[in-house]
Nanobody
């Protein structure tokens, strides 16, 4: 069974920064795409960022507005999400997930639908106070 383990998170004041890290137990086709999701109380889970571990850029949600940055260390099977200029609206539980890529012509995409996201971490809480 593939394990996905997040670390980091915590409580900060608005404008502060946090670093979330995530490690997968394997590096396989089923974990070539990495995603960060979040879920605020009373709201549906939403995608924060997605990227293909084999290279290329990260796709960020519109609400990120340049404040978050992903990084990867494939030798350690680790990815990170650096969050700067945090807002109270960023409060929620953040989940790391691993999934399969989808090849569309010459492009490699990382879909965030249930059919492609295979493994989930337990989530880590991020609380931003005003």
């Amino acid at each position: 069974q593939v394990q996905v383990v997040e670390s980091g998170g915590g409580s900060v004041q608005a404008g502060g920064s946090l670093l979330l890290s995530c490690q997968t137990s394997t590096y396989t086709y089923e974990t070539l795409c990495m995603h960060w999701f979040r879920q605020a109380p009373g709201k549906e889970r939403e995608v924060v960022a997605s990227f293909y571990r084999g290279g290329g850029s990260t796709t960020y949600a519109d609400f990120v507005e340049g404040r978050f940055t992903t990084s990867r260390d494939n030798l350690k099977n680790m990815v990170s999400l650096k969050m700067d200029s945090l807002k109270p609206d960023d409060t929620g539980r953040y989940f790391c997930a691993a999934g399969s890529p989808q090849v569309n012509g010459g492009n490699i995409d990382c879909p965030t639908d249930q059919a492609h996201v295979n493994y989930w971490g337990q989530g880590t809480q991020v609380t931003v106070s005003s």
